[in-house]
Nanobody, 124 residues
Framework: QVQLVESGGGLVQAGGSLRLSCAAS????????MGWFRQAPGKEREFVVG????????YYADSVKGRFTVSRDAAKNTVYLQMNNLKPEDTAAYYC?????????????????WGQGAQVTVSS
């Protein structure tokens, strides 16, 4: 079993920056890819970004390309999401996700582990 604990998030004005962290523990050797999804009130959970645990490959949703950057620290079993130039439409609960698959074709139904969620609120 794998546990994902998120930290970061909060309230920021449009144009500002925030960083989310996701620390994995437990049977982390079974994880091959990690990523982030987000869910705004009244909307479905959507993919934001994915990264292979080797750090060699990343994949971003078009809505965040050029503004968000994902990275990982293998020694700390932690993935980071740096969010710059935030917009009000980025407001959502952000969920860390982990999979036992190398595939970068992210399907919400194929996520094996979820974090508890971190709220990001961007004011205009």
């Amino acid at each position: 079993q794998v546990q994902l604990v998120e930290s970061g998030g909060g309230l920021v004005q449009a144009g500002g920056s925030l960083r989310l962290s996701c620390a994995a523990s437990g049977r982390t050797v079974s994880i091959y890819t990690m990523g982030w999804f987000r869910q705004a009130p009244g909307k479905e959970r959507e993919f934001v970004v994915g990264i292979r645990w080797t750090g060699s490959t990343t994949y971003y949703a078009d809505s965040v390309k050029g503004r968000f950057t994902v990275s990982r620290d293998a020694a700390k079993n932690t993935v980071y999401l740096q969010m710059n130039n935030l917009k009000p439409e980025d407001t959502a609960a952000y969920y860390c996700a982990a999979r036992r698959s190398w595939s970068m074709a992210w399907n919400i139904n194929e996520v094996d582990y979820w974090g508890q969620g971190a709220q990001v609120t961007v004011s205009s």
